[in-house]
């Protein structure tokens, strides 16, 4: 088993910064990529960023490349993601997944972030 534990998410203003946390334990071991997915009201879940167990890989989704950063340190277990220039559309709950190598999803509770003026 796989415990994410997501945090840092909150309510800002549009164009401004804000860093998720994502902490894993239990069966470390057997994560391969990590990554952040988020979820609108009334939207399907959509990926946000991946990154692979040695961070030498990252992939974005189009709305957010050249905006987010995702990075990782395995020697916390844990893997961020910065965001920068926020805007409305950017509003929703996000959430942490750690993908094994046998391509099992862990996911996390998840955690709001709301942009608004």
């Known amino acids: 088993q796989v415990q994410l534990v997501e945090s840092g998410g909150g309510l800002v203003q549009p164009g401004e910064s804000l860093r998720l946390s994502c902490a894993a334990s239990?069966?470390?071991?057997?994560?391969?990529?990590m990554g952040w997915y988020r979820q609108a009201p009334g939207k399907e879940r959509e990926l946000v960023a991946t990154i692979t167990r040695g961070g030498d890989r990252t992939n974005y989704a189009s709305s957010v490349k050249g905006r987010f950063t995702i990075s990782r340190d395995n020697a916390k277990n844990t893997v961020y993601l910065q965001m920068s220039s926020l805007n409305p559309e950017d509003t929703a709950v996000y959430y942490c997944?750690?993908?094994?190598?046998?391509?099992?999803?862990?996911w996390g509770q998840g955690t709001q972030v709301t942009v608004s003026s």
């Open positions: 997944c750690a993908l094994t190598y046998s391509d099992y999803a862990y």
């Open positions: 239990g069966s470390i071991f057997r994560i391969n990529a």
